[in-house]
């Protein structure tokens, strides 16, 4: 019976005293005279299993010879373990080598930095970090289908290729059919492939809304793209957005699911991957769990923008940035609003001039029914609005903006044709990610980023 | 109390005789001198709500003149319906216009073309058909995952934007930050954003083997790109892929793996997209149920290549392309082959030089371990192999195919750091809805097909 260790460890008396077969990779290797120790993963579980071998096994000596990272298949006895910390471990009686290790395996069983582990970007799962970051990550991305499917969302796939250039979100990257090398002057697009020009999506909002306009409740999943040259933390040029889009829906019941989605996210990750974060809380931010659990237990605030400016400019604080009425809010204003509050905060209706033209205009004519919210720690970690679905205004609003009306006729047409009142938001994947693991560069919790200059594997 | 319809259609006799509201659009609108009808969907569910309303309401002429196409907010008590085919209907008491639908609204109810409809993409969910497509579409995603997650497999999101140009599947798409119109000559790709050039990927497998040799079980989902310029009922440039990866597991077991997926996806459907399956089955395809079940039930053949190529050769047909030994074999070979087993068949053992530098040399000297599914009715549905695992001959197929090995040199350290046995398989996500639904233009499966000389909203 072969077994992952997933089996194995979440109901580990079950096996006690059987024997089982595991196949996975040795990531550690102790040898004695007459004895020896493997340290086991097959990747399915936070915990390694040991398993022990001694000379009353006809192939030892081969055995005592296995490299670190080697792939084996082994059979054996599954025992109670003498040692602290792990429930069991396995009494081998065979052990198969399946895939040697050549001896310059970079990841040896040492601290390694996470810049050296960058560049092995191909190996970095298997150590105990990266395993744990990326089991997390297919967790997560399941609980975020599940949350929606649950309750009669459909799921949509916006396209990746677009010819709209007018999405407003960021500077995009250019997709073509043509051989670049032969671009001489002027480009000719009847050449290219879709007869125009395109580029990669910044946001699948737009198309979604149309969605929303048909099945009330629609969320994308799917990644997005940033041409920025931006080298921060919190940057790459290829990312993984959700973003729900919900009919018959106001600012405030958007709310409602914004806080919501994380609650039950928060809560799935604390359930489903309970090793992996205790790993975190212990290895990479002391008081993780805390930090979540009190997320899951607070109530968020709902402030305007106005109201939070007028608590910045009456704190004692010395800003680098000094908050303005009308205006964006900086990194230090958003740390401060959270602690003000001890919890997090949704900042809603700002300064219309700073923020996206298909927004809610505000009956005060200057501001819309956005929401940010503002997490404890992490900043701004969704952002959405209500739409504007008065066709008037939102032609009105392109013009004052000098866009392309003819591209994005067909989103006009929606408010034509059964608009109703609706909105929706946008949640950067690897920023949760970092939110609920602790890792602080998001370079670290996509498998194989992209960022300027960096594009391997 | 807001319901959606999926729940008052799952559970009718519950809401029998209660008052409830309901938030959707108008479908079509017949209306009497004392009462009218009303058409509804909010897009939860395959049937429509009818909602009657008569003169007893004091709204009666406003809502008498509401155009189709339009969003209402209805509340009204659920009585057991007299007609056939609905469980129940609504008595309206109250019907509130939340936006209104222009005249020349195109989704009239009669029966419009599908090529009329794909110029309407994004008004076409509005139908009945294109409805059900989009919804089986996020149902059949969801299962996908659920099937892989429930087994341990880890979801992992491979790149898009890639530096390789030798994954060999296709022409690729180019990605570049750099203006195109301002490319005069040889292109400076230190200006680039990536400092190299780059493309959309054509497939996530070779990422995903990485991740197999650490977590065992791996899985992605997600977009993949194709440049070339074929105008086929089954090609599109931008679609979606599930490409599993699994260690310890050679090219039998891969089959296995791929009949389960299969026959689970198929039986998730049939119990969870009931109503949308009869309406296909009705019409779209008579006897899809009947093929779903029949698929279900039976058992996949696995025959090698040249086997096949015997039986085509013994047929008593003229062919348009004759069956050769060692070469590729045609469409019209794939439906005799189903045909004559009268069932789905796994082509295995295929000749090496029609197939990838990754797939596992056979000892024979002449195939490799790769797998084509052949589905009655469709032709290739998923496409498999054992991947070489030999460091030398993987790496002298790749000087044989004059390959660039510096760029893929991860690739082939694969093989010297614990590789193993593995195989994995590819699934085009829209082929498959395309087999499960019986709709016969891939341009009609996907929100918003990017096909060429195509790629509008």
Redesign the interface.
């Given at each position: 019976m072969?077994l992952?260790l997933?089996k194995i460890f979440e109901n580990s008396n079950k096996y006690i005293d059987k024997k089982v077969t595991v196949?996975?990779?040795?990531r550690n290797h102790r040898k004695q005279k007459s004895f020896g120790f493997i340290d086991f993963s097959?990747?399915?579980h936070q915990t390694h299993l040991q398993i022990v071998y001694d000379d009353t096994i006809p192939s030892f000596k081969d055995i005592a010879k296995l490299h670190i990272?080697?792939?084996i298949?082994v059979t054996g006895n599954i025992i109670k373990s003498p040692k602290e910390g792990q429930p069991v471990e396995m009494q081998a009686c065979e052990v198969i080598l399946?895939?040697?290790?050549?001896e310059d395996?970079p990841i040896q069983p040492k601290r390694h930095t996470r810049e050296f582990l960058r560049d092995f970007a191909?190996?970095r799962?298997?150590t105990n970090l990266f395993?744990a970051v990326?089991?997390v990550?297919?967790?997560v991305?399941?609980a975020i289908?599940k949350y929606f499917?649950d309750k009669?969302?459909?799921?949509?796939?916006?396209?990746?290729?677009?010819?709209?250039d007018c999405e407003g979100a960021g500077?995009m990257?250019?997709?073509?059919?043509?051989?670049?090398?032969n671009?001489?002057?002027?480009?000719d697009y009847s050449k290219d492939?879709?007869?125009?020009?395109?580029s990669?999506t910044v946001s699948g909002q737009l198309?979604a809304e149309?969605?929303a306009?048909?099945?009330?409740?629609v969320y994308t999943f799917?990644?997005t793209?940033r041409?920025e040259?931006s080298n921060t933390k919190t940057h790459a040029?290829?990312f993984?957005m959700v973003e729900p889009e919900i009919?018959?829906c106001d600012l405030n019941q958007d709310m409602d699911i914004m806080e919501d989605l994380l609650k039950y996210i928060v809560k799935y990750t604390l359930e489903n991957c309970k090793e992996e974060i205790e790993f975190f809380d212990k290895f990479v931010e002391n008081g993780l769990i805390d930090k979540l659990n009190k997320l899951v237990n607070s109530k968020f605030i709902r402030i305007d923008h106005d109201e939070v400016i007028k608590i910045l400019k009456e704190a004692d604080v010395k800003w680098e940035f000094e908050p303005e009425y009308g205006e964006d809010i900086a990194k230090e204003h958003e740390k401060y609003i959270t602690e003000y509050f001890d919890g997090p905060v949704f900042i809603k209706n700002w300064p219309k001039d700073i923020k996206a033209f298909y927004m809610k205009q505000n009956e005060d004519g200057k501001t819309v029914a956005a929401v940010d919210l503002e997490i404890p720690g992490v900043g701004e970690l969704m952002g959405g609005s209500q739409r504007e679905?008065d066709y008037e205004k939102l032609e009105s609003r392109m013009d004052e903006l000098g866009m392309n009306k003819e591209e994005l006729d067909?989103y006009l047409?929606?408010?034509?044709?059964?608009?109703?009142?609706h909105s929706g938001f946008g949640m950067g994947f690897e920023r949760l990610l970092m939110y609920l693991t602790g890792v602080e560069n998001i370079r670290d919790v996509?498998?194989?980023?992209?960022t300027?200059?960096?594009?391997?594997?």
């Open positions: 072969i992952d997933k196949q996975g990779w040795i097959d990747g399915t990272g080697s792939a298949t399946e895939g040697d290790c050549s395996f191909y190996l799962p298997r395993s990326f089991r990550r297919s967790k991305a399941y289908h499917q009669g969302y459909v799921y949509f796939n916006s396209p990746l290729i677009t010819a709209s500077e990257f250019r997709v073509t059919s043509l051989d670049l090398d671009i001489n002057g002027k480009v492939l879709f007869s125009k020009p395109t990669l198309n149309s969605w306009m048909c099945y009330k409740k799917g990644p793209f041409a040259n040029n290829e993984w009919a018959f679905n067909w047409d929606l408010r034509k044709y059964g608009g109703c009142v996509i498998p194989y980023p992209r300027p200059n960096n594009c391997k594997y």
